[in-house]
């Protein structure tokens, strides 16, 4: 029987997802568990597979396209079924007046549906998966998909002279590799060099992962009640120890002063409970182990993987599962379950020789360290003044559950252990 193929909840925080592409066409089938889409959601590129084998008979959202949690974007069933009335009903929820609520079915996986009410759109479906190239609104505003936005900046390509394809003519991620193989140079407009008036501009969509980091951080510096903390760690025994762990090891190994500083961070943590919290309205919730989420710069934004019990696992298992984690994410491939729960964050922008900074605290963790490069300085060491590899760290606090004197202590135990890497062992 033929049914509605509906926007699934790919991830803990996604409202809606932006078809990156379909790998299937209408009119051919597809297995149980057989990926149909890709689904750009909050944090990543998702596989979006069906739950039973089936046809995919009509595509309603085609690629570059966004809809929202519930909405159906596709029709399935078997081949040859009569799906006018599907198809009707679809088109009446869209001309619907917006905030009338309809029923709808949201998959519990991805194929099989449960019945809920969602809001309906009034946005206009595209009749086809393939839409054929149609040119940029006569506004001067570029439409645009966040991907074929990223892939244009890659490669040097000026949007104004690219035809979309998508609805309304919006330019999506086949119009870039289309524009890009058939160009041998890139495409830019000439600019005179007086220049009268305001500046030009264009609109970009933002990214489901943009969107949420403006949420997440306009809630962080909001209601938080946040203040910062800010010591000096001499980084000379941490440096040791890492040459001396690494002496032995091939590249792919050795370990980096980021994993120290994570495996330091974790230990400290628990060793001062209030700082591995973090405030639930009418309770303070303690963790006993140190998720650490670490800091990780992608194309649309921020996103922190999470090191799991960081406290108990060694530099060399630190180590590992940062490189792998974070290559994960720079290619978009981190599952939820990878980037939510942390207890505590790391943020270290010390390899772009940044020294000092304060980083925005990621609710609902207590705390986030902002690190800072280490460098060689002069300083005073026993009445001589000798150089030393001097680090900033500046940590961020949720006043509602750190105190000025709690910070201190938890920043004094981080700094005591980077300082001397023996205490590890006490």
């Not at 051919?28 to 944090?43: G, H, P, R």
């Not at 949007?159 to 609805?167: D, E, K, M, T, Y």
């Not at 969107?211 to 997440?216: F, H, S």
Request: net charge neutral; aromatic share 4%; charged share 25%.
């Amino acid at each position: 029987m033929a049914e509605k193929f509906l926007m699934p909840k790919l991830s803990p925080t996604m409202e809606e997802g932006q078809i990156a592409r379909w790998l299937k066409k209408e009119g051919e089938s597809f297995d149980a568990n057989e990926t149909l889409a890709e689904v750009d959601t909050d944090k990543a590129t998702m596989e979006m597979t069906a739950l039973s084998a089936g046809v995919l008979l009509k595509i309603i959202r085609a690629a570059g396209e966004t809809a929202a949690l519930g909405e159906a974007i596709a029709i399935t069933g078997k081949a040859g079924e009569d799906i006018s009335a599907l198809v009707a009903e679809i088109g009446a929820a869209k001309t619907a007046v917006p905030g009338k609520t309809s029923d709808a079915k949201l998959p519990t996986g991805n194929g099989s549906s449960t019945s809920v009410t969602v809001e309906s759109v009034s946005a206009k479906a595209s009749d086809a998966a393939q839409p054929s190239p149609s040119t940029a609104p006569p506004t001067g505003r570029v439409l645009v998909s966040p991907i074929a936005a990223r892939m244009a900046s890659e490669r040097g390509i000026d949007l104004r002279g690219v035809a979309g394809s998508g609805p309304q003519g919006r330019i999506i991620k086949r119009d870039i590799e289309s524009f890009a193989g058939t160009k041998t140079a890139v495409a830019r407009t000439f600019v005179p060099s007086q220049v009268f008036g305001a500046s030009a501009f264009r609109d970009e969509t933002s990214s489901q992962i943009r969107r949420v980091i403006a949420d997440r951080l306009t809630q962080s510096i909001g209601p938080i009640p946040t203040f910062y903390l800010t010591v000096d760690v001499e980084m000379d025994n941490a440096m040791v120890l890492r040459k001396a762990i690494n002496a032995e090891l091939s590249n792919e190994q050795k370990i980096s002063l980021n994993d120290i500083i994570i495996k330091m961070t974790a230990v400290s943590l628990i060793k001062h409970p209030f700082v591995n919290s973090s405030y639930q309205d009418r309770a303070i919730r303690f963790y006993e182990d140190a998720d650490i989420g670490v800091a990780v710069a992608i194309d649309e934004g921020l996103i922190t993987p999470v090191i799991r019990s960081a406290n108990k696992k060694s530099f060399h298992e630190i180590a590992d599962e940062v490189k792998d984690k974070a290559a994960k994410a720079r290619s978009k491939k981190l599952q939820p379950e990878d980037y939510t729960g942390a207890t505590f964050s790391i943020s270290n922008l010390g390899m772009f020789g940044i020294k000092e900074f304060t980083a925005i605290i990621n609710p609902p963790e207590a705390g986030i360290l902002a690190i800072g490069a280490s460098t060689p300085v002069p300083v005073v060491r026993e009445g001589q003044v000798v150089i030393r590899n001097m680090m900033n760290i500046t940590m961020s606090c949720d006043h509602r559950v750190v105190d000025g004197a709690t910070g201190a202590k938890f920043l004094q135990t981080l700094k005591s252990l980077l300082e001397n890497p023996a205490l590890l062992l006490a």
